[in-house]
Every structure is written in structure tokens, then in C-alpha cells.
């Protein structure tokens, strides 16, 4: 990436309604106490990218209003995010109506936008440096996976988990409907149900048997075996016998099971369906995105909204990548729909099958019905369809009420049962007791004729959908044993650099004391879908593979989280990215706190690193860490003094003071100048009297003026100082020393409404600006100053 | 430093990085068909066209189920 950030511009954003944070391409530290605006401006940063807060979404974040949250409280304009970078001159700004980051015309803007992963990879703020190391496993690997932008992995694997149901769910019902015709041979005084078609026939051969039946070992002899039993029945009542065990069998066959429990599981999902729905106005609209969406996909290059016929302002692909990205931010939605969609299709089938079972009936037995059974289940039918009718309408709507299987469905059970019984009664009667066993074998032969065809076709469509269902076995164990291998290279490169940091942060110079977390691992867990990823450390070389907090300091855990943080960064992110840590050290101890610098600077050079922090050791820490590099022409260091609802924060002093003296220090404007040298000035003195350790009168909150440090002597102290580091350079030492303190009243008559004012001269400005500047220089050479200049 | 498609590395102001995502896809990708390959229940035909599915944007559990049951060849068929 060859772009930085110039500029992050906030325009009626949270705590920011006007406000331009300056960083020239340079990394930034940000140092403010608590309420100043600093996690506001990280806050920009994620909504940039991400377009919402992660702290205002998911587990615990209440009934927050998030775009209400984002915005200003007193401002009413558009809220916006700004990015402005270098070395193009282009910026980038996202509103809040912007769905997707709008495209940038420069092509190395677009790719610095495209490389960088969810803002949660680059953003670290305090409160999630721990959640690593708390998390259930299952927890991490999900928040892991999307930290490394490796979604996709786990949605493949869902959808592999997915089609494994589907071909599962076909050899189901296969198997329900050979079940249900080898149901209708079922004998319950024996309490035998044929397990396939042969044992069928084997029973048709022993129920045959006592009849001078002799050879019925295949199908083809079974006409023949029913002709040679026909041939013993009483002529007079035979038919309607026959017609009779016709209707029993239908009648037989029961309301599919899974009606009931398909309801059940249709009202748990409109439960959670309910649930999202309240917490989320875009909920609503998820169908017309979801086929606004699709209409994009099969007209590509429209410019017209085909609802409201307006032009689209943004374009074609603005506007269709827009509707992507919200259609997948509704994926927990969707998973739920499309659970609800199979759920009401196996619902609606049940119920055609039950239907079509009842349409049967009707055509073939209701003659035979007892008078007024058949004119009331006719009635209740007409009920039952109107039921179905509805529930297949259902599933176009989004209202996920509760379904209530009708009382209808069982009155209608308990009609056939009732003329079932009273049917089985009078074949019963119409049976002569000599010829019972006869006729129960004549009924099982013609059941076994008429349902033959059936459940061979049920015994192959089961033999192809098991052999299917191996197949899928196999692809999906295939895609999980892949997906399992592929991530576990993934998070042992990650737990070797997060060893590595660790290592960096604790081991100790002492050859004794050496680092408490000897190893460390990241094991992913499960192949389902849904994984986990084990943390474990070995402690001491002494008890291997444990969780950390068994044997970790919370110091230690918050340092451990750091490391798994910035490790993943490393390891994953691109270089010239940006990293931002939102006060992330504040547990870490001093010594610690030298190493994470460190860290920093060496391992994330080659990032935009956006540190912010309320303490202001760590703020100085980092001034002197960088100073000691050599470094400060990478680095701009900013405090924040102040922070009011309508301005926002307040810098100590103005931005890039030194940027404005040297372009206003020309004859037109040097006149200006006063303030600003008045704070570069009170700046220099104050961070060499830090380092000098000058006794200065003391005042409240670091209110010093330049008169405070002139009355303490820093003067001649630190003429004093310098000619004793460079004796040979006294005579340039006391120059500067003049040049700067001996201008009397150059900023008092700049500074204010006075005549004295017209006679400072750009001559007399610019030797007190040169004085200044040597003299900042010497005191760096000679480490008589801390930190780094406004 | 980055790996590119050939093996080659190139660094990067001297701090190394690995593009471990594509590796992983890489990776991924590899070891699904050597995996499908041992499976007696996958003709090449049908392992060919899952390993193809890997490389889209997205798949679907029924574009799965498609591969597997054969009904994407009737389909083209048609």
C-alpha cells in the first residue's frame, strides 16, 4: 500500500461535530484524560471502514440505537467520516447513508481501502484485550475467524454442513414412506412389522401355505397363489370383502407425524424471528433488499431505481454493492429464513400427502363410509385445505406469528379411526368363523399385489439416497478434515509470533528469570461448523498445554492478550495498513510498558500505528522511545486539553504550530504570530525544564507560563548546562541563549493591541524563530529536553 | 514479505508478513481434491466441479447437493 492518511476529517460524528485530526501520513499518538474525545476519534476510524460500532451491536449492547448513538447530539446535518490521504490529494467520505465505503476515483485509494480486513483486526480498545483469553472456545474461533477476515471458510463449511441435511433430510423421508407401506403388513397380534419387500412375500408364502398354496418364492407366482385361494371364498360376500380390506388399508394409513412437531419447530424459529425483528428496523426491509438484490443481479447496469423510478445517484455497482453488504449484514436473518422455508415446505408436504390420502378415500371407499361420515369428512376436508392454502401463503410473508395446528387435523383422525372400527366390523361379520384364516390371507396377498410396486420403488429411491448420503459423507468430511488442516496452519503461525511477542514483553536480561509462558498453543477443536479454538500455554517448561488463567497474573493475561492481538495483526494484516490501539496499556506495568513500545516500533514500522491513551507516562514513554530512534519525523504527538459538546476537543495547542509559523513567517502575516510563538516557546521551556528538573513555582493541571520558568532561573541553568556538554560552541551557545531570551518583549507586542506591535520587525521575528530552533536542537544532541516538540 | 503465487517472497520495509490467506486457500483447496480423490463415492467429474465451487465467491448448500446427487449434469443436459 502506498497511500497513508493525511487527515481523518469528523463531521457531526459522536463527540466530534467539526473536527480534523491531522497526521501527514505520520503515525500518531493521542494523549487526553478520560472524556476528551480520543476514543470518539477511534470511533471515526471503525465507522469508516465498518460503518457501525462493534460495541454498539451483539451480546450485551442493550436496546443502543446505533445510528442514534453515532450521531452529534446538537447537530443536525449529515454525519460523515472523512479520510484524506497522501501522497494523492484524494479524500474519502462515508455518511451514514452509505451502506459501502463510496469507491475513490484513485485506484491506490481504493486498493488501501479494499486490503484492510474488518475493522476489528486493526482496532484494539482496551475492553477487548482480554476477550481472547475469557472467550469460550467456540467464541474465539468465531471472533478469530472473523478477525482474519476468514468468513467465507466457515460460511463454505456451513453450507456443506447444510447440504449434508438436505440429502439426510431426502433419505428421511424416503425411509418414512417405505416405513409407511411396510406399516400397512403389519400384524399386531404377532407384533410384526416386515422389515422389506421380501420378508412381505415370505409372509405371503407362510399365510398362503395352509391353503394348498405350495411355491410363492417370487413375485411373478403371486397371481396365481391369489386365484388358488379366490377359488376357496364364499362367491356371495367375496367382493365386497374385498372392497372393504381396500378401504381398511387406507384407512390405515395416519396422519403424518411430523405435522406436530414440524409446527413446534416453525414457532421456535418465529420466535427468534421475532426477536431480531424488534431489535432491527432493517429487519423489515430485508425482503425488498433481498429482491432488490436479486433484480440488480439479472439487470445489470441499470440506472434507474425500479421502485421509485429516481436515477441512482451513487451508480449501478455503488448502489448494488451497497444492497450486498446489507444483505449480508442481515445473515443471522437469513440462516433463520431459510430454516423456516425448509420447515414450512416439509410442513406443506405432510399435509398434501395427508390431502391427497383423504382425495383418495374419497374417490375409491366413501361408499362404504357409514351414512353421514362421509358428508362430514367432506366438510372437514374443505376446512383442511383452506389451512393449507394459508400456510403456503405463509411463507411469502414475514410476519412469523405462531402457527396453531388446527382441531380439525385430529377430528378428522378420530372420523377415519371411527370408520375404520366400525368397517373392520362388518367384514368381520360378513366372515364366516371357518374362513377367517382364509380371508385374512386373501387380504394380505391382494394388500402385498397393490403395494408391491410402491415399496420396491421406496426400497430403491432409500438404496440410492443412502448411497447418497455416503457421498455427501464423504465430500463433507473431505471439506471439514481440509478446512480443519488449512486453519490449524493458520493459528500455529499465529501462536508461534504470539510466543515470540510474549517472549519480547517478559523475558527478562537475568538469566534466572526467564519468561513464565515457555509455550504456547492454538488448537482448533471441532469440525463442526461451528469450531472452537483452544488457548493453551505450557508454564515454565513444567505442566504443558493448560489454560492461561490457571497460572497467569491478570497483568500477565492483559499482556498475553496484546501479544494474540498484535500477533494476528502481524501475521495477517497488510503492510501500510492501519493499526489503532484505543488505551490499551493501562495495566501493564512500567517496565512492560518500555517493551511494548519497543515492540511497536520495531515489529509495526511499516504500519500507520493511531496510539491514543490517557496516561501521560506512556504518552512520554513513547516521545522518548521514538527520540532515542531517530525517528520523530515519523511520529506526531497530540494532547488534547479540553472537550466541550459544541466545539468538541480543544488541542493544547493548535495543530502543526511549527507548520504555521514557517508559512506565516513572511511580511504579510509574521504579525500574526504572536500566540503561536507564544506556545512554541512555552512548549520548549517546559519540556527542558521537565528534563532539567528546574524547581519552577508549582501550578495545577501543567498551567505554566514562560514567566514561570524566567523567574526560575532556566536562563543561565540552561546556558550553564549547554557550555559545559560543548565548551567549544560557547560562543554560539550564548548567541542562541540571546536570540531567544534576550528579545524583551518581541511576543508581548505581537500578541497584543499595542503600538510596540508595528515596530517588531520580520528581521527581529525570524532571528527569535532560527534562536529558538538551534537552540531546541542543541538541547536534543545534549539530552536537555524531553519529548517532541508541537 | 508477502508470497506470491510462484513461491517467491518479496519483503516489506523489512518486517515480515506472510499472505497467509491465500496460502489458506491454497492449502484449502489442495487438500479438499486429495481428500476427494480417495472418496469411491465421487466420480473426477463430480470432484472436479467441487473443487470449481471452492473457487466461487460463495456456494451454496444446494449447489452442493446439485454436484453430489448428479442434477446440475441433467440440468446442463437439458
Known sequence: MTERIREIRFSSFRGLPDY??????????????TGKGKSAIVDGIEFFFSRSLRRFHGEGSGNIDADKAIRHVLKEEQLSVELAFIPTNESVRRRLSDYSIPTATHSSIQEYINQHPPAGAFVLRRSQLLEFIHDQEAKRYQKYIHLLGLDYIDATQKSFVEAEEMIETQRFECQQRLNDALQLFRDPDMDWTPADLSAVLTKCAEVAQPFSVDTLTEWQQLDSAISVLDARRSKETK???????????????ETPSEIESTVAALNQLHAQLRKIQAKSEEVLRGGVIEEGLKYFQEHPGITKCPLCEKTLEAGYQATFERLAERNRALGELRDLERQRSEKLDVLVTALQRLLDQLDKEQEEDYALYPEGDAQTLIKHCAALQEWVRLIKSTKEQRTYEDIIVPPVIKVVQSIRSTIHNSLVKERDALTQPAAVALEKAVGFLQRAKEKEPEIRAAESAKADSLKLRHAMQDVQEAFSRARESAVQTVFDKIAEKVLSYYHKLHDSDDANESSECTGLSLTSTSRAAAGGLQLAIEFLGIVDSYDPRAFLSEGHLDSLG???????????????????????????????????????????SDFQLVVTTHDEYWFNLL???????????????????????????????????????????????????????????????????????????????????????????????????????????????????????????????????????????????????????????????????????? | ????????????????????????????????????????????????????????ESISASDIVKVVTGDEESTADD
Open chain 1, 562 to 604: 496484546l501479544c494474540l492481538y498484535l500477533a494476528t495483526v502481524r501475521t495477517f494484516n497488510n503492510s501500510g495498513s492501519l493499526l489503532v490501539l484505543d488505551d490499551v496499556l493501562t495495566s501493564i506495568d512500567m517496565e512492560h510498558r518500555h517493551r511494548v513500545a519497543e515492540l511497536l516500533l520495531e515489529d509495526f
Open chain 1, 20 to 33: 480534523t485530526c491531522k497526521l501527514n501520513g505520520k503515525n500518531i499518538s493521542i494523549f487526553g484524560g
Open chain 1, 623 to 790: 516521545q522518548s522511545k521514538v527520540l532515542a530512534r531517530g525517528e520523530q519525523d515519523k511520529w506526531r504527538f497530540k494532547q488534547i486539553a479540553r472537550w466541550t459538546l459544541e466545539k468538541g476537543p480543544e488541542s493544547a495547542a493548535y495543530e502543526g504550530t511549527w507548520d504555521w509559523i514557517e508559512t506565516n513567517l513572511v511580511e504579510e502575516n509574521y504579525r500574526e504570530l504572536g500566540g503561536s510563538l507564544r506556545l512554541v516557546l512555552e512548549d520548549f521551556l517546559k519540556r527542558v525544564a521537565d528534563k532539567i528538573e528546574l524547581k519552577v513555582k508549582y501550578h495545577i493541571a501543567g498551567k505554566y507560563v514562560a514567566g514561570d520558568f524566567n523567574f526560575a532561573g532556566i536562563r543561565d541553568n540552561l546556558r550553564e548546562r549547554l557550555i559545559e556538554e560543548a565548551p567549544n560552541e560557547e560562543s554560539e551557545i550564548q548567541k542562541d541563549i540571546s536570540r531567544v531570551f534576550g528579545t524583551g518583549d518581541l511576543i508581548n507586542f505581537l500578541s497584543h493591541d499595542n503600538p510596540g506591535r508595528l515596530e517588531v520587525t520580520l528581521t527581529e521575528t525570524k532571528d527569535f524563530v532560527n534562536g529558538l530552533k538551534s537552540l531546541e536542537q542543541r538541547c536534543k544532541t545534549h539530552k536537555l529536553i524531553k519529548g517532541i516538540s508541537l
Open chain 1, 239 to 253: 367382493q365386497r370383502i374385498d372392497a372393504l380390506n381396500l378401504a381398511i388399508d387406507h384407512l390405515k394409513v
Open chain 2, 1 to 56: 514479505m508477502t508470497v506470491d503465487a510462484e513461491g517467491q517472497t518479496n519483503s516489506g520495509q523489512g518486517v515480515e508478513t506472510t499472505d497467509l490467506k491465500s496460502e489458506l486457500r491454497r492449502i484449502l483447496a489442495e487438500d479438499f481434491k486429495k481428500r476427494l480423490t480417495q472418496s469411491e463415492l465421487i466420480s473426477e467429474e463430480q470432484c472436479k466441479r467441487l473443487c470449481n465451487l471452492l473457487t466461487e
